[in-house]
């Protein structure tokens, strides 16, 4: 006969600690594999954007800079139709996803980290798995009138969100929090 183990003495024999821990230690292995890889030594500037809104001030600051350098391989232009393609991506679909698996256990838990420490790091010269390439000609006018345009989409759309292609599902406000720390996670690396 099959002997069923509830919830509780789960948790009291030590399974579900054990389990947890080996999420927790994923979860920074994860994070780790997605920490920020500037080359060139550029500085980070320590950007923390809660909402597009605030995302939008320094977006401000950038069409006002004289000069931008940029970091890695990716012009400042590249940067912020990347940031864009990210928003039209959460209302379209991504082209590739994760397994739900990933989205809903090492997903999840990267954002929940991300969200508790209110910044996100991440590889900042990786691609959206499946996008274009990112065009390679283009003013950073351009790039900041396709990234607000993009987060005015965002900010109108009324229907579902599609899943992120990490993270999973997310309510409209969390999927605003985690593109505000996108944003910010670039926008820290460009030097004004």
Not at 39 to 49: I, K, M, Q, V
Request: proline share 4%; aromatic share 8%.
């Amino acid at each position: 006969m099959e002997k069923k183990i509830d919830r509780k003495e789960f948790l009291r024999s030590g399974a579900g600690l054990t389990l947890a821990t080996v999420c927790l230690s994923s979860s920074s292995i994860l994070l780790q594999s997605c920490s920020t890889n500037v080359a060139g030594g550029t500085s980070d500037r320590n950007l923390r954007f809660r909402s597009l809104e605030e995302a939008d001030h320094e977006i401000e600051n950038l069409s006002r800079a004289g000069k931008i350098v940029p970091y890695g391989d990716w012009s400042p232009f590249q940067v912020l139709v990347h940031c864009a393609e990210s928003i039209r991506y959460s209302i379209v679909g991504y082209p590739e996803n994760k397994s739900e698996l990933f989205q809903s256990t090492l997903g999840k838990l990267a954002l929940f980290s991300f969200s508790i420490r209110g910044k996100m790091s991440h590889d900042l010269n990786a691609p959206i798995p499946g996008a274009p390439e990112l065009p390679k000609q283009g003013t950073l006018e351009e790039g900041i009138a396709n990234l607000r345009k993009s987060m005015e989409s965002f900010i109108n759309h009324k229907g579902e969100f599609a899943p992120h292609f990490a993270y999973g599902k997310l309510s409209k406000e969390e999927y605003e929090s985690a593109h505000a720390m996108h944003i910010a996670n670039h926008l820290s690396y460009l030097k004004v």
